[in-house]
């Protein structure tokens, strides 16, 4: 946070430009991670087992879903491959759009740079990622009998 302070206190052009291509770099993981979200929530049948996700030997869920993981970090390379900065504020970013070029969509000068096609197509990969590979694993999950319901006194 300090360094991040200092930098757009006494080195960056503008704080707007700086935030917006944060914002960029933020958008296309965010959006990764929605479509694996959605997709969890589309493949459910029941309600999560709160006791559940809070156990932290990782009981019922897992401690960690390794090909999520996996998923977002494909769509997150990929989304970044299809996004640019436009705000020109960050100078460290000329790797954004790394797949403009060599999928044909003009690099990133041409008409597509512009369309922020990293951000759908990172959503799309989580999502029909996730679909495609954890259908049984939450079905498995599932299997497993429900939680007692809670009472209310």
């Known amino acids: 946070m300090i360094l991040g302070t200092i930098y757009i206190v006494w080195v960056a052009d503008s704080f707007l430009s700086v935030f917006m291509a944060f914002l960029i ?8 991670w929605c479509g694996i979200f959605l997709a969890d ?5 029941r309600d ?4 559940k996700l809070f156990d ?7 401690s960690v879903n ?5 998923l977002m970090a494909v769509a997150t390379l990929v989304g970044w491959g299809l996004v640019i900065d436009t ?14 070029e060599p999928l044909g969509f003009g690099g990133r000068t041409g008409a597509w740079a512009y369309a ?10 989580g999502f029909l990622g996730y679909l495609l590979t ?20």
Do not use: C, H
């Open 87 to 100: 705000t020109g504020a960050g100078k460290g970013l000329s790797w954004l759009g790394f797949l403009l």
């Open 48 to 51: 999560y087992d709160e006791a």
């Open 25 to 32: 770099i933020l958008g296309v993981p965010m959006s990764a």
């Open 116 to 125: 922020n096609l990293g951000v759908p197509v990172a959503l799309a990969i």
């Open 56 to 62: 932290s030997s990782g009981a019922g869920y897992g």
């Open 66 to 70: 390794v090909v999520s993981v996996v």
């Open 134 to 153: 954890q259908r049984d694993a939450v079905r498995r999950q599932e299997s497993e009998p429900a939680p007692e319901a809670v009472r209310t006194r």
């Open 41 to 45: 929530l589309m493949l459910r049948r």
